[in-house]
C-alpha cells in the first residue's frame, strides 16, 4: 500500500485501526447491545445465590489430665484455629448434619427449560400456579411442593434421576427410564401398589414439615421391598412431576465440605467464621447452625470423655492403694509387737516427711506419663520437661534413700514401714480427691469452643451481580464488536481507498462521492423530471459533489483517450449495483453538455435498465439491432441535440453468441464515424463474460469500483478475466465514496471542502 513519505508506518497503522473501528462503530454498538440484553435476561433468569454465616470462639484448653493442679502448667496450651478448622470439616461433624437433614435426597420440582425457574421463583399467589398458556402441565410454575422423609433405592439406582408424577388427592406415581416402581399417597393412610401386588401399609408418625399444609404421610414400597418412599404431604396440581434423586452419602458429604468455607478472622484470635452459598436462605441457616451445634457437642464430649478416661483409672487404683494402704500398717503393727516401741527422731522424722512427699509426686508422674505418651512425642517441649522433672525427683529420692540407709538398723526399719503407710496414705487422700473433681468435671463439662453469632444469611443475593453482570457483558460485547470488525476487514475486506485500488496498480481516474439526492431514502429519482425530460442527477442536481467529480472524470477522459485505436470506450464492473449505469448516462450528459456528439449503448442485454433514467422505451433496441430485427436509425433515441442513446432491447435467448457477431462490430463502426464518442454500458465481468466481448473492440476500458462494496478478491478476479480476454483497463472510476469516521480520509473531503455554490 503507498503512503505518504512524510508519514511514518506507526502513524498510519495507528490511523487505519482508528477508522476501521470508527467506520465499524454500529457493529461494535450492536454486539455491545446485544450482549447487554443477554446479560440482562441471564441475571433475570439466573438462580439468586444468598450467603450466610456463623461464628464460634476457639479458646484457650488445657490438655492434662483434669485435677492434677500441679502439673497444669506444663500441660497447658492454646488451641490450634487450624487444627479446629480440619475437625470441622470432618466426616463425623460433616456427616451428622446430612444424616440429621438427609441432605443426600435431593427433590426439586421439574421446571421448564431456561424460564421454568424463574417463574417458580416469582410466583407471589396462593396455592399453585397455573401452568404458562395452559399448556405444560407436567412442569412446575410455582407453589409445587413435597415432602420426601425418606427415599430408600437399591445400589444401581443411586444417582439416578426418578420422576414422581402427582395425581389426584395427593396420590403419586414414582417411575425411572419409563418404567413404575411405585405408587403411593402423600399423607394419610397409604395404598402402595405396582402392577404385581398391593399393600396397606399403616400411618406413621413423621416429624411435620414447615408448611402447615403438608400432612405426615406413610411408607411407600415396591412389590421387591428394594425401594421404600415416605412422602410427608404434597401440594401440585395432577400431573405435575418432581425430580428425586438419592445421592452417595459419601458423594453428598463431601459436596457439603466443598460448600463449607472456614477462616480465622484476624490472626490467632480463635475467632472463626463458617460460611456457604446456597438458593435457600433457610437452608444455609439450617445447616450452619446444625454444624456448630454438633462441632460445639462433640467438643464438650472431647472433655467429658477425657475426664471420664482418667475418673476409670482413679476408681480402679483407689481399691489397690488402699489395700496396700491396708498391708503397710499391718505390717508396721506386727514388727512393733516383736520389736515393742521404737522411738523416731526428730532427724528421722524430717527425713520421712521429705521421702512420703518425693514417693507422691513420682506416682503421681506415673500415673500422666502414658497420657503424655499418647499426646505428645519424646521430643515435644512438654514431654522433654516432664522427663526431666521426673528424672530430678528420681535423683532427689536417691539421695534421701542413701542417708536412710546410714541410719541404725532399728530406725532404718521403722523409717521404711512408716514411709511405705505415710507414702500409700498420701497418695490414695489425693486419688480420694482426684476421685471427687473428676466427677464434677464429667457432669459439668464445658468444651472450649462457643457460639458467638448464630447462622444467618443475607436477604440480598450475592450473585448474580446484575449491575457489574451487565457492565461486564458491554465491555465485552464491545470487545468482541471491535474483534469481529477487525476479522470481518481481514477476510472481507471491501475497496474503501484509492490506495486499496493504487496496490493492484489501477489508475484512478476520478473519485466519485455518494450522490446525496440518491442517498436520501424520501427522494425517489426517478419521479422527478429535468427540462430535457429524463431523471439524471446532472440534469436535477448539476451542483451535487458527485457531478463536480464526473465533470473531473470528463477532463481526464481526453487525455485517457489520446493513444486509444479508436474512440469507442467500455464502462463495466466485477459485480452487480456498483453504480455503472449512474456512472455511464451522467458522464454520457456532461459530455455532451460540452459540445462532444455523444451516443450512449446499453449492452447490458439481461437487465439493462438506464432507459428507466431516460425515460425511453427499451425496445426496440440493441439486441432487436444486432439480430436483424431493425435498422439502426430505428433504435436510436435522441436525449438532446448532442446526446443520443439505444436501449438494450427486447431480452434475446443468447445475449453473448449476439455480442460476439458480426452485426454488433458493423454497427459499432458506423456509430464510431458518427459520433465524437461510443460509450458502451456492460454487465458486471464476473456475472458474464460479456464485457470481455466488447472490451476487445473497444479503444479504451474502464471499470467502476464502488466504495465499501466491492471486495478486494473480486476486483483482483475481475481484472484477471479481462487479462485473459486480452482487454486492458485504462482506468478506474472509484464511486460511492461515503464520508468515513476515520483519520485521513481525503477521498471524499476533497470535494466537499472545494464545493463552490453559487450565489
Not at 421448564?112 to 399467589?125: E, M
Not at 457483558?473 to 474483534?483: K, M, Q
Not at 440534469?539 to 479508436?566: C, V
Request: aromatic share 8%; hydrophobic share 40%.
Amino acid at each position: 500500500m503507498n503512503v505518504a513519505s512524510n508519514s511514518s508506518d506507526s502513524d498510519i497503522n495507528i490511523s487505519q485501526l482508528i477508522s476501521i473501528v470508527l467506520d465499524g462503530k454500529w457493529w461494535i454498538l450492536a454486539s455491545a447491545v446485544i450482549f447487554m440484553i443477554f446479560s440482562f435476561i441471564y441475571v433475570q433468569l439466573a438462580t439468586p445465590i444468598y450467603s450466610g454465616n456463623a461464628l464460634i470462639q476457639v479458646e484457650k484448653k488445657s490438655a492434662g489430665i483434669p485435677g492434677l493442679s500441679d502439673m497444669g502448667d506444663i500441660f497447658s496450651q492454646e488451641g490450634s484455629s487450624t487444627t479446629e478448622i480440619e475437625i470441622l470439616k470432618t466426616r463425623s461433624i460433616i456427616g451428622q448434619t446430612v444424616d440429621d437433614f438427609k441432605l443426600y435426597i435431593h427433590v426439586t420440582p421439574k421446571f421448564f427449560p431456561l424460564i421454568g425457574k424463574y417463574f417458580y421463583r416469582n410466583f407471589k399467589g396462593k396455592g399453585v400456579a397455573r401452568p404458562l398458556w395452559g399448556l405444560f402441565n407436567s412442569y412446575a410454575w410455582g407453589g409445587e411442593r413435597i415432602s420426601i422423609v425418606s427415599l430408600d433405592v437399591p445400589d444401581h439406582l443411586i444417582g439416578k434421576k426418578l420422576i414422581l408424577t402427582a395425581g389426584e388427592n395427593g396420590t403419586y406415581k414414582l417411575h425411572y427410564d419409563g418404567a413404575l416402581l411405585l405408587e403411593g399417597k402423600a399423607g394419610g393412610q397409604l395404598t402402595v401398589s405396582n402392577k404385581q401386588a398391593t399393600t396397606i401399609v399403616s400411618d406413621l408418625d413423621l416429624k411435620q414439615d414447615e408448611n402447615p399444609d403438608l400432612e405426615p404421610g406413610g411408607v411407600a414400597r415396591s412389590a421387591d421391598g428394594k425401594i421404600s418412599l415416605i412422602a410427608a404431604g404434597m401440594k401440585a396440581r395432577p400431573g405435575s412431576q418432581f425430580i428425586l434423586v438419592r445421592s452417595n452419602r459419601y458423594l453428598t458429604l463431601n459436596d457439603l465440605q466443598k460448600k463449607l468455607s472456614i477462616s480465622e478472622l484476624g490472626k490467632k484470635t480463635g475467632i472463626l467464621n463458617l460460611s456457604m452459598k446456597h438458593p435457600d436462605p433457610k437452608y444455609i441457616v439450617k445447616i450452619l447452625d446444625s454444624i456448630v451445634a454438633s462441632y460445639i457437642q462433640q467438643n464438650v464430649e472431647r472433655v467429658s470423655e477425657q475426664a471420664g478416661k482418667s475418673l476409670n483409672f482413679v476408681t480402679e487404683r483407689l481399691p489397690v492403694v488402699k489395700k496396700e494402704l491396708a498391708d503397710s500398717e499391718e505390717e508396721l503393727n506386727k514388727y512393733m509387737l516383736k520389736r515393742g516401741s521404737a522411738d523416731v527422731t526428730l532427724e528421722t522424722k524430717a527425713l520421712l516427711n521429705q521421702v512420703v512427699d518425693v514417693d507422691a509426686k513420682i506416682y503421681e508422674l506415673k500415673l500422666i506419663e502414658a497420657d503424655l505418651k499418647r499426646k505428645y512425642t519424646k521430643t515435644h517441649p512438654v514431654y522433654i520437661s516432664f522427663l526431666k522433672k521426673k528424672e530430678d525427683l528420681a535423683l532427689l529420692r536417691d539421695r534421701l534413700n542413701r542417708k536412710i540407709e546410714s541410719l541404725p538398723e532399728t530406725q532404718k526399719d521403722v523409717l521404711r514401714l512408716m514411709r511405705s503407710i505415710e507414702t500409700k496414705q498420701k497418695i490414695y487422700l489425693n486419688m480420694l480427691k482426684q476421685s471427687q473433681e473428676l466427677r464434677i468435671i464429667k457432669a459439668g463439662a464445658v468444651g472450649n469452643v462457643r457460639s458467638l453469632d448464630l447462622a444467618e444469611a443475607s436477604p440480598i443475593p450475592v450473585s448474580p451481580k446484575k449491575f457489574v453482570t451487565i457492565v461486564v457483558a458491554a465491555i465485552l460485547g464491545l470487545f468482541f464488536g471491535i474483534v469481529l470488525v477487525f476479522i470481518k476487514n481481514y477476510f472481507y475486506h471491501c475497496i474503501e481507498s484509492i490506495a486499496d485500488l493504487e496496490a493492484l496498480d489501477l489508475q484512478v481516474l476520478a473519485s466519485v462521492p455518494e450522490c446525496a439526492a440518491i442517498a436520501d431514502s424520501s427522494n425517489n429519482i426517478l419521479e422527478l423530471r429535468a427540462e430535457n425530460g429524463t431523471s439524471l442527477v446532472a440534469s436535477l442536481y448539476p451542483e451535487d459533489l458527485s457531478i463536480e467529480a464526473l465533470r473531473s472524470l470528463r477532463t481526464s477522459l481526453h487525455f485517457a483517450l489520446m493513444d486509444a485505436k479508436n474512440n469507442i470506450f467500455m464502462i463495466s464492473g466485477p459485480t452487480p449495483n456498483i453504480g455503472k449505469s449512474f456512472i455511464s448516462t451522467n458522464l454520457s450528459a456532461l459530455l455532451a453538455e460540452s459540445g462532444k456528439k455523444i451516443i450512449l449503448l446499453d449492452a447490458d442485454l439481461r437487465r439493462g435498465d438506464t432507459a428507466e433514467v431516460l425515460h425511453v422505451e427499451k425496445s426496440p433496441g440493441l439486441s432487436e439491432l444486432i439480430s436483424g430485427q431493425t435498422a439502426l436509425k430505428d433504435v436510436v433515441n435522441i436525449i438532446s441535440e448532442n446526446f443520443h442513446y439505444i436501449p438494450r432491447g427486447a431480452i434475446p435467448p443468447n445475449p453473448s453468441e449476439l455480442l460476439m457477431g458480426e452485426k454488433f462490430n458493423e454497427n459499432l463502426q458506423i456509430l464510431s464515424k458518427h459520433y465524437d464518442f461510443v460509450i458502451i454500458d456492460t454487465p458486471p465481468i464476473l456475472a458474464v463474460t460479456d464485457a470481455a466481448v466488447i472490451g476487445r473492440l473497444a479503444g479504451a476500458s474502464f471499470l467502476v469500483v464502488r466504495y465499501g462494496v466491492v471486495h478486494s478478491s473480486e476486483l483482483e478476479a475481475c481484472l484477471k478475466r479481462f487479462k485473459s480476454a486480452g482487454v486492458e483497463i485504462n482506468g478506474v472510476v472509484f464511486n460511492g465514496i461515503k464520508k468515513k469516521a476515520g483519520i485521513g480520509n481525503r477521498d471524499y473531503g476533497y470535494y466537499k471542502q472545494y464545493a463552490y455554490d453559487s450565489v
